[in-house]
């Protein structure tokens, strides 16, 4: 992540969507915490994606979501340009 906030250029835009994260209510999400550690596959829930984002440098982080879709969306801004439209 913090290889990423290093290319991003000042003002733009680093999204991650994801089709699985811990707490989504799906089939597939459940199988994935459930055998989770023992692929080696590290889940972050909706806070997690939040943190993730505040700790590397983003600034504007929107997380959204569908959990009965199964899927996330986590969109972080570096510092530089203007803020994240509603």
Excluded at 10 to 31: C, D, H, P, S, W
Excluded at 32 to 48: F, I, P, Q, V
Excluded at 61 to 68: F, G, K
């Amino acid at each position: 992540m913090q290889e990423i906030f290093r290319v991003v250029k000042a003002g733009g835009n680093f999204i991650i969507i994801a089709e699985v994260y811990q707490g989504a209510n799906t089939r597939m999400a459940k199988l994935c915490e459930k055998y989770a550690s023992r692929t080696g596959m590290t889940l972050l829930d909706l806070n997690g994606h939040r943190g993730l984002f505040a700790e590397t440098g983003y600034s504007d982080t929107q997380v959204s979501a569908e959990p009965d879709k199964g899927w996330m969306c986590a969109i972080g801004r570096k510092l530089g340009g203007a803020p994240l439209s509603e």
